[in-house]
């Protein structure tokens, strides 16, 4: 009873979105849920705002637009289909589970945006029109399962980072990457950065001098040991 009654809140936001198309949106308000159990449920060019639950138990939910989870929001992918056309943006809880998310082609112009830390087991971009896919900037997208980047001949998808800085991309242990027609900036990397390892180093006046003072603390060890032997 209580998820029907989530459901049917989130379908009222939904139809007073509808009613003011100067800001529609599709909402799930906070407090509910939003469960796709099968099937397929599309939101057209409608942006989705998450801050309550949506939940992708099977089946697939799309959105020809932009889908943000918000702060108090929760999206839980289950072993279902996500689509959006346009950005996609968390500050809220992002839980892969087995399912895939798909950026594609959608009705916000030739752009989407990958916003916030995202986890994914499966993640498609691919677009037939030459998209532009933005990764943020830093090591705040990673893929689990398999990696999809799809272009068209002649049109292939572009990925930059959002800043001036290196945007990875990072991959699981067992994960994979299928990739065509694809375009990456110079600062976009496709698998974690490898760490840079400082280990300090002694220059030949530095290893002298540790020789010197190891010398001198074996020699003072030894002095100790020899005037605490009991004398005959």
């Known amino acids: 009873m209580k998820s029907i009654f989530r459901q049917m809140a989130a379908m009222a936001a939904l139809c007073c979105g509808l009613a003011a198309p100067a800001w529609a949106q599709f909402t799930i308000p906070a407090g509910s849920s939003f469960d796709v159990p ?6 057209g060019c409608l942006p989705v705002q998450v801050e ?6 099977s089946g697939q939910f799309s959105t020809t637009s932009n889908l943000n989870v918000a702060g108090t929001g929760v999206f839980n992918g289950g072993s279902g289909l996500l689509t959006v056309g346009g950005d996609l943006s968390s500050s809220g809880t992002f839980n892969p589970g ?6 594609t082609d959608g009705c916000t112009g030739n752009t989407s945006q990958l ?3 995202l986890v994914f087991q499966n993640l498609t971009l691919s677009s ?7 990764i943020p900037a830093g090591t705040n997208i990673t893929v689990l399962g398999t990696l999809t980047l799809q272009g068209a001949p002649g049109q292939n998808i572009q990925l930059v980072s ?7 991309i990072n991959l699981g242990p067992g994960a994979t990457v299928n990739q065509t027609f694809t375009s990456l900036a110079g600062n976009v990397q496709i698998g974690g950065a490898v760490a840079a390892t400082n280990i300090p180093t002694l220059s030949e006046y530095g ?15 030894r002095q100790r040991h020899v005037a605490a032997a009991p004398r005959s």
């Open 38 to 43: 099968g099937g397929s449920i599309d939101m």
């Open 52 to 57: 309550g639950a949506l939940n992708i138990i």
């Open 98 to 103: 087995a399912g895939t998310v798909a950026l």
């Open 115 to 117: 916003s916030g830390t």
């Open 128 to 134: 037939t029109t030459g998209r532009t896919f933005v």
């Open 162 to 168: 959002s800043g001036g800085g290196t945007a990875v």
């Open 207 to 221: 290893l002298m001098l540790l020789a010197l003072l190891m010398g001198m603390a074996a020699f003072w060890q």
